[in-house]
């Protein structure tokens, strides 16, 4: 049985910084990542990162603003936020599945559907 435990998140002014941290207990996955959902929103991907080689695919509206990696023997995702912007705050939800990177024919952006497992959700807000 695997699950992901989320930590970090709260909230912080526009320009601010944050860290998320996520770890897998149970069977690793290929691939890691987080996605967020905002109030009325769909889920969106906001970066992934596969576990075997450690490439990383991020969504365009957070390239140069955050950045995800790996720790302790992969079995940990971190997920480093700077600049950030009132359009940042949703509930971020780490997900974790048996994707192939795009360069081995997979998707991106991956959809949610293609991720087996949920953390319980960690909220983040920005005020401006």
């Known amino acids: 049985q695997v699950q992901l435990v989320e930590s970090g998140g709260g909230s912080v002014q526009a320009g601010g910084s944050l860290r998320l941290s996520c770890v897998e207990s149970g069977f690793g996955s290929s691939c890691m990542g987080w996605f967020r959902q905002a109030p009325g929103k769909e889920r969106e991907v906001v970066a992934v990162i596969y576990t075997g080689g450690g490439s990383t695919y991020y969504a365009d509206s957070v390239k140069g603003r955050f950045s995800i990696s790996l720790a302790n023997t992969k079995n940990t995702v971190n997920l480093e936020m700077h600049s950030l912007k009132p359009e940042d705050t949703a509930m971020y939800y780490c997900?974790?599945?048996?994707?192939?990177?795009?360069?081995?024919?997979?998707?991106?952006?991956?959809?949610?559907?293609?991720?087996?497992?949920w953390g319980q959700g960690i909220q983040v807000t920005v005020s401006s």
């Open positions: 997900a974790a599945g048996p994707l192939l990177p795009p360069l081995y024919g997979g998707n991106w952006p991956p959809a949610p559907s293609d991720f087996n497992y």
